[in-house]
């Protein structure tokens, strides 16, 4: 089969690979229909990730048909259309009984706190992904659901990470009627996040990005008040001055790692890779957000410390709530949202491009050109 190859930093290249098999009685194997690339997708391609092989195949992101199954695999049949969350998980351990599935116990021999994710590095398990035109998907009787039959592949695949994430971060900042919110990010994660805070009571919603592009998205999708850094001196300073003074309820970090904003924020961690990430965004959410309020950390960080401005968290009294998104927990009130015409989660794709030029969709993705905000990967034999 065709996959994308992961041949160091930077390097993107489609190979021929072997199908994948089953190898345990319940995987199943999926003929991807389409699969995204995911913000967090650059962070292996620059290399910020641990022990990410040489070889492997990333994409955690992914829609298809079911094409063979294991014998203990009772949901799922062949021919079955699927949408694969991002996490692998159990469902059965201590943390899948109390909801944690991205914190799954019996998934990932390498890491204690996050659990697997498909072509993700082997930090994160070490699961070849579905930027490929096949995908080995295990636990296939516990992530995987059979995609509603009103929703198209486009939105599903939207639904396995991005639009759970957003609406997760929303969820993690406890939103009550009226809030002022502040997202800094206006990639897909942000943008959806900003569109959820509406859905979960916001008054006011505010976006932070240097991009212009993603800015305008984030006024006509998201119909949020937008704001650029780089106009300002300090964007702090400017969101106290545009909130009473006294800054907003809730303020979501939906950059993450490889926030822009700080030069040495982003060398250190980017660049030296001494930080598991620049917290830039998160040093933001914590300043800007009113004593007493809550940050909602969604934004991918890396396993190492980060430099955050902890003391000032502690002395506000914030509540800092933060995990990787258990997908399928979101999907019951998200599908009631899509399927009412509250929420379009395509409308943020702008980019569809064919598996043998993923290379160009990530230098696309990587260097934000051509208005890029959410690429697509359309497999061959989708
Ligand atoms: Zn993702
Ligand atoms: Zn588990």
Redesign the pocket.
């Known amino acids: 089969m065709r996959a994308m190859v992961y041949r160091g930093p930077y390097k993107i290249r489609v190979e021929e690979k072997d199908v994948p098999r089953i190898e345990h009685p319940n995987d199943a194997v999926v003929r991807v229909t389409r699969a995204a690339i995911?913000?967090?997708?650059l962070h292996l391609y620059h290399g910020m990730m641990p022990d990410t092989r040489v070889g492997t195949t990333f994409g955690?992101?992914f829609v298809g048909v079911v094409e063979e199954v294991g014998p203990s695999v009772r949901t799922l049949s062949p021919g079955d259309r699927v949408m694969v969350p991002?996490n692998i998980y159990c469902g059965s351990c201590w943390f899948c009984a109390r909801g944690l599935y991205s914190n799954c116990h019996n998934v990932n021999p390498n890491a204690t706190a996050v659990g697997a994710i498909y072509g993700y590095s082997h930090t994160c398990g070490g699961y070849d992904g579905g930027q490929a035109e096949f995908v080995r998907v295990p636990f296939a009787d516990v992530g995987p659901t059979v995609v509603p039959e009103w929703m198209d592949d486009e939105d599903a695949v939207l639904l396995t990470?991005?639009l759970a994430?957003g609406y997760f971060g929303a969820q993690l900042g406890d939103i009550v009627e009226g809030d002022v919110v502040v997202v800094f990010g206006a990639g897909p994660v942000g943008l959806y996040a900003a569109k959820s805070a509406w859905l979960m009571g916001a008054g006011r919603v505010i976006v932070i990005d240097h991009l212009e592009y993603r800015l305008e998205k984030a006024r006509t999708f998201a119909h949020a008040e937008t704001y650029n850094f780089v106009e300002h001196d300090d964007i702090v300073v400017h969101l106290k001055r545009i909130t009473d003074h006294l800054g907003a309820d809730v303020a979501i970090d939906a950059a993450g790692a490889e926030a822009d904003g700080s030069f040495m924020q982003h060398v250190t961690a980017a660049k030296l890779k001494l930080q598991g990430g620049s917290p830039i965004a998160l040093n933001w959410a914590i300043d800007a957000v009113r004593k007493g309020g809550t940050v909602s950390v969604i934004g991918a960080y890396g396993p190492m410390f980060s430099a955050v401005k902890f003391g000032d968290a502690l002395n506000k009294g914030l509540t800092l709530r933060m995990n990787q998104c258990p997908v399928k927990r979101q999907w019951p009130r998200l599908f009631e949202h899509i399927r009412n015409g509250y929420l379009k989660p395509s409308d943020i794709v702008t980019h569809r491009i064919p598996l043998e030029h993923i290379n160009e969709a990530y230098h696309i993705f990587s260097a934000k050109l051509d208005g890029c905000i959410k690429p697509l990967i359309v497999p061959n034999a989708a």
């Not at 995911?38 to 997708?41: L, N, T, V």
């Open positions: 995911c913000g967090s997708d955690h992101e991002f990470d991005a994430t």
